[in-house]
């Protein structure tokens, strides 16, 4: 256990090792023009085009999937799903045109209970039709991608989902250091 706590404080501290050196710049990318759609209009066709088996590239936005997923710098590919487990990313609509890209926490049945990696506390709940996507890769801006089904990315998440009772603290520490 005391292995791990070191190997997740210097996972973590990480960032303040680096403060100076950017890891994820693309001087191509960031001149390239951007366009952006809210996502009230952008997610209901990202679900029409991954229904029809095509796999689809957004930005993510927002901060529930820190540290894992970050605000505008990541992008991830979402994919038909044919199996869901607990760990998956997924993009799902909780409520009509109400969507989020959280973690399933919990599969009982046709019911699932989704949270964000950087939520301390709340779940959301839906169905497994209600599921839009699965993330099958998470691609940073320097080019690098990360698939999901990667070993030690699924060693990190199962090891983030057991410091839950910590995670206010982590986040805190993950947060001044970015």
């Known amino acids: 256990m005391k292995r791990v706590i070191k190997a997740i ?3 973590l501290a ?4 680096r403060v100076k050196q950017h890891r994820y710049t693309d001087a191509e990318a960031a001149s390239m023009p951007r366009m952006e759609l809210p996502n009230d209009k952008l997610l209901p066709l990202v679900r029409q085009y991954v229904a029809q088996g095509e796999k689809v590239i957004i930005s993510v936005k927002g901060y529930s999937m820190r540290p894992f997923l970050e605000h505008l710098r990541d992008r991830v590919k979402l994919a038909p799903w044919t199996e869901l487990l607990v760990g998956d990313a997924v993009l799902a609509e909780i409520a009509p045109g ?6 399933i926490i919990e599969i009982n049945g046709e019911q699932l209970t ?5 939520n ?11 599921v839009c ?4 890769e998470y691609l940073r801006p320097n080019g690098h991608v990360l698939l ?15 410091l839950l009772p910590i995670r206010r603290w982590l986040l805190f520490i993950y947060r001044t250091s970015v």
Do not use: N, Y
């Not at 109400?98 to 973690?103: K, Q």
């Not at 989704?114 to 950087?118: A, Q, T």
């Not at 996507?133 to 099958?136: A, I, K």
């Not at 999901?148 to 199962?158: G, M, N, P, T």
């Open 14 to 17: 990480a960032p303040w090792r």
């Open 120 to 130: 301390v506390r709340g779940t959301e709940h839906c169905t497994k039709a209600d």
């Open 98 to 103: 109400r969507f989020v890209l959280h973690r």
């Open 133 to 136: 996507g699965v993330v099958t």
């Open 148 to 162: 999901a089904s990667d070993r030690k990315l699924q060693r990190k998440i199962r090891i983030w989902r057991r």
């Open 9 to 11: 404080a210097r996972w």
């Open 114 to 118: 989704l949270m964000g990696d950087g």
